[in-house]
């Protein structure tokens, strides 16, 4: 087969008119071949603007409900300590189409880098440097790791003076606690508790009194503890998640 | 420089990968209706692309370690499944009448513009211009086939020629298309 054949006939594969048959010799062929599958994948991201195109639609509420039905039980290889909290339906779509919005906003301003103190040096995953256009009321933090699913959400509101923690998928090691850590311009950690698997809210702060500039540097970390949270009062196991506070 | 969106379902993915039923849902809340659309687009009555769908997710959690972010934005892997799975559905079966009415020039001017691709691996602006530019009867066999599924003896019965030369067509059709993306 030549190159140019193989392209017309990846082409052809990613198109769908090749017959049953060929569409057979061709999947076996690709399962050999890594080079063939990376001429299919170039022609699937040359086209996939056409069918991104497509209007949606909305599946039927029970689809989900048949998807979960035939997923294979849970992993217990310890990746996951706690299937409550693995489980759960996350962020409300509403909350969650919001903070895309609000992300995409800040996502060209982002990036700092730094350690925080009192020990926990951690990456910090989410960074921001925003341009106040009015006096901010909310402030929210996505905790998470290395860019992977956010662990909690963490949100600040001004108003209300209170503090919303809501898991998304923290995953606590058995036999120990997950506990949440305010760090604000002072680096000194302050305990905002030991997570649940429940959305929890808490009143503010005292450091939030202080200025704009002083929310917008807070950060929360997650750490590792003993079961019921450090007996020191400050952290002592590794730091896990971490994210900034950002105004929203 | 990747979207946002596409970091978000990449992340979903990572998640999913690690067995976290949480990410697993969110990652079928925010692709699914697209799925579903480019299914029923693909000539499936809903029940049998809601079928689809099923093993397309089925698919995506015992697959997710599979995805390479650096291989592509994550939504075109997931619609590549998606399609995979709506086409051989729709070769298992005997080819019924052509009910297509839109014309592939509407199809290419759907296009969502550059803003709003999922990434710079995937450029509509340039898709959009390059179709422009090859042989309508092979765009539109290209647009029919890839967006709706037809076959060579379908795309041959609506252009009254042989499938053997529909597949010549497909051919120069992709031949154009790759020189004139490649080259921009």
């Keep these: 087969m030549t190159p140019d054949e193989a392209d017309a006939l990846a082409g052809e594969y990613v198109l769908g008119t090749l017959s049953a048959r060929e569409r057979d010799a061709f999947e076996r062929a690709l399962a050999r071949d890594a080079a063939l599958a990376a001429v299919v994948a170039a022609w699937e991201l040359r086209l996939a603007p056409l069918a991104l195109a497509t209007p949606d639609v909305t599946p039927d509420p029970s689809l989900w409900a048949r998807i979960t039905a035939a997923l294979p039980g849970v992993d217990d290889g310890g990746r996951i300590a706690d299937a409550t909290i693995a489980d759960r339906p996350v962020v409300d779509l509403q909350d969650w189409h919001r903070l895309r919005r609000a992300l995409d906003r800040w996502r060209a301003a982002a990036i700092t880098a730094g350690a925080i103190a009192a020990g926990l040096t951690v990456a910090i995953a989410l960074q921001s440097v925003v341009k106040p256009t009015r006096a901010p009321e909310q402030y929210v933090a996505v905790v998470n790791r290395g860019g992977n699913e956010p662990a909690m959400i963490v949100r600040v509101d001004l108003t209300s003076r209170t503090v919303t923690l809501r898991p998304v998928a923290a995953e606590a090691p058995a036999g120990q606690s997950l506990e949440l850590w305010y760090i604000g311009p002072s680096q000194q950690p302050k305990s905002l508790g030991v997570l649940t698997g429940d959305t929890k809210r808490l009143p503010i702060p005292a450091v939030f009194n202080g200025s704009d500039e002083v929310v917008a540097r807070s950060t929360f970390a997650i750490t590792v503890e003993p079961q019921g949270g450090s007996p020191a009062g400050t952290p002592t196991g590794p730091v896990i998640y971490s994210g900034q506070l950002l105004r929203e | ?184």
């Excluded at chain 2, 978000?8 to 692709?31: D, H, I, N, P």
């Excluded at chain 2, 529909?166 to 051919?171: N, S």
Aim: glycine share 10%; charged share 25%; hydrophobic share 40%.
């Design chain 2, 1 to 184: 420089v990747r979207t946002l969106d596409d970091q978000v379902l990449a992340s979903l993915l990572a998640g999913t990968a690690a067995g976290q039923r949480g990410a697993f849902r969110q990652l079928y809340e925010l692709t699914a209706p697209k799925l579903l659309g480019v299914v029923m687009r693909m000539r499936h009555d809903r029940a049998t692309a809601e079928d689809i769908i099923q093993d397309v997710f089925l698919r995506v959690w015992r697959n997710a370690s599979q995805f390479r972010p650096d291989a592509g934005p994550a939504m075109s892997w997931i619609v590549s499944i998606a399609r995979n799975r709506a086409i051989d559905v729709l070769r298992q079966r005997v080819p019924e009448s052509l009910g297509s009415d839109a014309s592939g020039g509407e199809r290419i001017e759907s296009i969502p513009g550059s803003q709003d691709a999922a990434g710079q691996w995937i450029d509509a602006e340039s898709l959009r211009h390059c179709l422009g530019g090859i042989e309508p009867a092979h765009r539109e066999c290209l647009v029919l086939a890839y967006c709706e599924g037809w076959s060579r003896d379908e795309l041959g019965q609506r252009f009254g020629r042989p499938a053997n030369t529909i597949k010549t067509w497909l051919h120069r059709g992709l031949a154009s298309l790759r020189s004139c993306l490649d080259g921009t």
